[in-house]
Every structure is written in C-alpha cells, then in structure tokens.
C-alpha cells in the first residue's frame, strides 16, 4: 500500500466523521440548523465518493459484473454532493432581505438556482451513457485516468464530468471568498479561507487532468508519466478534500469551545447564585436547584442560563443595598486590600465580602432602608459581566462567613461614628 492509498483511507474517514458529527445538527436541529441540511449532504455525498477511491473498494468494484464501477459511483456521489454544496450556496447567499439593489453575489446565487439542479441532472445522464458506450472498460483499470490516457471515449467522459466539478469549485469559490472578506468573526473567516483556497484546488485540479486527457489523445503519454501524473494530481485532491473538511469545522469547533466556555461559568457562579437565589427565593423564574440538576435542565440554553444567572446576582445586590450602610462598600475594599490579595483580585475580592456581608447583615434582621452605596459596573458587555461575575465567584469562596461579619461590624461602627459627628 502506498502513502496515496493510506492518504486515501484517512481523508475519507475524516470526511465520513464530519459528516457523522453534522448529522444530528442538520436533520434535527433549529431553523438555522436545517438550512445548512444542504451542507451536511454535501459531507456525506463527498465522504461515500472518498470511500468509492480508496484502495479495497475500488479494487473490488472494479473487478465486479460491472467492469469499473467505482468510477461511476464515485461520480454519481460527487455529482450530489455538488449539487447539494450549490444548495447550500444559493440557501445562504441568494437571501435578501433589504429594498434596494440586490448585491451581486445575491444576483449571481439566483442563477446558480436556476440552473442548478437540471445541470446535475444532466450530468448522471450524459455520465450514464457515455460510461456504457463510448468508455472502453474491456480491462478493469486500478487508475482510471492513467489507465485510459489517449482513449478518447474516456476523455469524453471525464470531461463531463470535470466540467461540471470545475464550474461548481469555481463557484463555491467566488461566493466564499466575497464571504470571507466580509466575515467579522475570526474564527469564520479562518473557516471560510481555508474552504475557498480548497475549491482554488479543485479548480486547478479540474483544469489540469482535463487538459492531460485532451493532448493525451494527440499524443499518448508514456505509461509511467501517465501514472505520476496520476498521482501528483490525487495528492492535491487529498489536499483538497483535508482543507475543506477542516475549513468546514472551524466555526463548528468554536462553537463547542464557547458551549465549554458557558458550563464551566455556571459551574463557577453556581454558589454565589444558589445562595443570593435561596436568600430571594421569588427572583428567579425556577426555584434554585443543585448543580448537577441546573446544568440537566436542556430546556434552557447554556447562553441564556448564564445571562438568566448574571442578571439574578445584579438585582439580588440590588436588594441586599437597602440592609447594608453606605460604610459597607469602603470595609468591603479595605478588607480586600489588607488580605494582601494580588491587585487583578482585589475588585473581585471586595465584591465578594459586600455581598457575603449584605447576606450576614439581612439575615440577622437588618431592617429595609436606603440603597446604599455599591461597585462600579466593571464590564461593558453580557460577556464581560459574566467573566467579571466569575471572578466574584471564586473570591466568594474563600470569604468565611466570621470574617464578613467582622467586615459587617466595621462598616456599622464607622456608619454610626459618622452620624454621631
């Protein structure tokens, strides 16, 4: 076996696993979801096509009832699978909402649309017919375009073909490299990139062996250029087929990171919250619940959980500033500070002994007044909250309850101090 046939066996595995890993996502997943359906039979489409290449399966097709079938079922996969990515193309960029003039690659995905499938259809004809006439197929074949350099019958044949993949790639790389230029997202435009310099290869991919079949049939190349020129071009195509496949699960990836990035921040707040939620049971849509049943609860995404979490804690301090003095927040900070807490901590820290303080002083009675004095807001955005509720959180678990009554009691005698004055 060599290093072509194992690269084959890997690229066709990773498309099959990407597809596998898109299924749930595109058969049963949200509105969004389901448009990119198109994209997942494309995986699927390509991954069968991949598998119909390597070494055993087309070997033993080959050699079947029907002399090189690998090769057409190849086809016929690769040709849905096209017409499946030019879906996908139209379902996402022939989309327009705004009055006015339609965008170019708006107007240019209509057409595709338009033509599109008839195109495809008429490819498995054309491909059809000329495999059972005109392609000489007496011998099965190992490499089917070194095997048949100089047939014309062939040439034909896979010109079809190649003209159908060489349009598609050009098209797919057209509307995805306007995508990627126009991406906000890094991780999109990294995806987008890598799928568009893949279709670039095909282009060329296309171009070259259909160019090698046509002065193959003027003058007949030597058996063993033929071969290399074989396998250099399958190279690339593995090449291809490895850019697409991981081009494609870029965005998905992050995805998953920023999933993992919310379950560990409502690990992280699940304390502080449980316990301001216990304190103002009615505040919260659902009574607070222990950890592993809040994070079983898969009615509710993780994003709006958190953001649910991140708003409970604001108006639960909100609340705790009509027990405490205004002398509380200046002990809070002086407590941090004193601790020897690094300066990244402090704010946090001081954060965290106001709130475990306001929580001694409510539940010994403190009677309901004015709001008092509080931190400053110290992030811009839901997800800079958060992160900052995160900090607070883990500084809450290090502040034992003696010690935020110690703080409690500072900032009581300094309020009456000063109202003695």
């Known amino acids: 076996m060599t290093p072509l046939d194992v690269a084959g066996y890997l690229i066709a595995g990773l498309m099959t696993a990407v597809a596998l890993w898109r299924m749930p996502a595109a058969l049963w997943g949200d509105e969004e979801d389901r448009r990119r359906r198109a994209l997942w039979g494309c995986y699927a489409g390509f991954a069968a096509a991949l598998w119909t290449k390597t070494r055993a399966v087309r070997i033993g097709l080959n050699d079947s009832p029907v002399t090189d079938l690998s090769v057409l079922i ?7 699978a096209i017409l499946a990515i030019l879906s996908y193309i139209v379902a996402i960029y022939g989309q327009y909402a705004d009055a006015g003039a339609v965008p170019r690659h708006v107007r240019f995905a209509r ?3 338009q033509v599109a499938a008839k195109a495809s259809v008429a490819t498995l004809v054309l491909l059809t017919v000329l495999f059972f006439t005109v392609v000489d197929r007496s011998t099965p074949s190992d490499r089917f375009v070194a095997d048949h350099a100089g047939q014309w019958g062939a040439t034909l044949y896979m010109s079809v073909f190649y003209l159908y993949l060489g349009a598609a790639s ?12 126009s991406a906000g997202r890094r991780h999109l435009r990294v995806g987008l990139a890598m799928m568009t310099f893949a279709m670039f290869i095909g282009v060329g991919y296309t171009v070259s062996r259909t160019l090698f079949l046509w002065v193959s049939v003027v003058d007949p190349p ?18 291809l087929f490895a850019f697409f496949a991981i081009g494609a699960s870029v965005p998905a990836c992050h995805n998953i990171s920023r999933r993992a990035t919310l379950w ?28 592993l049943r809040e994070l079983t609860r898969f009615g509710t995404p993780a994003d709006l959980r958190v953001d649910r979490w991140a708003a409970d804690i604001a108006d639960a301090v909100e609340k705790l500033r009509h027990y405490v003095p205004d002398a509380l927040l200046p002990a809070a900070e002086a407590a941090a500070a004193d601790g020897g807490a690094a300066r990244e901590r402090t704010g946090p820290l001081a954060d965290a002994y106001w709130i475990k303080a306001a929580l001694a002083a409510r539940s010994a009675g403190a009677p309901a007044g004015d709001a008092a004095a509080v931190g400053t807001q110290h992030a811009t955005d839901q997800d800079g909250e958060v992160a900052w509720l995160v900090r ?5 678990r290090t502040v034992t309850p003696e010690r935020a009554r110690q703080v409690l009691a500072a900032s009581t005698a300094v309020q009456e101090q000063e109202q003695q004055a």
């Open 111 to 113: 057409k595709i649309q």
């Open 74 to 80: 190849k086809h016929y996969t690769a040709t849905v």
């Open 170 to 181: 050009a098209v797919c790389a057209y509307q995805w490299a306007l995508a990627t230029a």
């Open 222 to 239: 030597a058996e063993a250029f033929a071969l290399r020129f074989d396998e250099i071009t399958e190279a690339s195509q593995v090449v």
């Open 392 to 396: 607070v959180a883990a500084a809450y």
């Open 264 to 291: 560990r921040a409502q690990v992280k707040l699940h304390a502080l919250w449980y316990e301001l939620m216990t304190a103002f049971p009615d505040q919260p849509f659902d009574p607070p619940a222990p950890l």
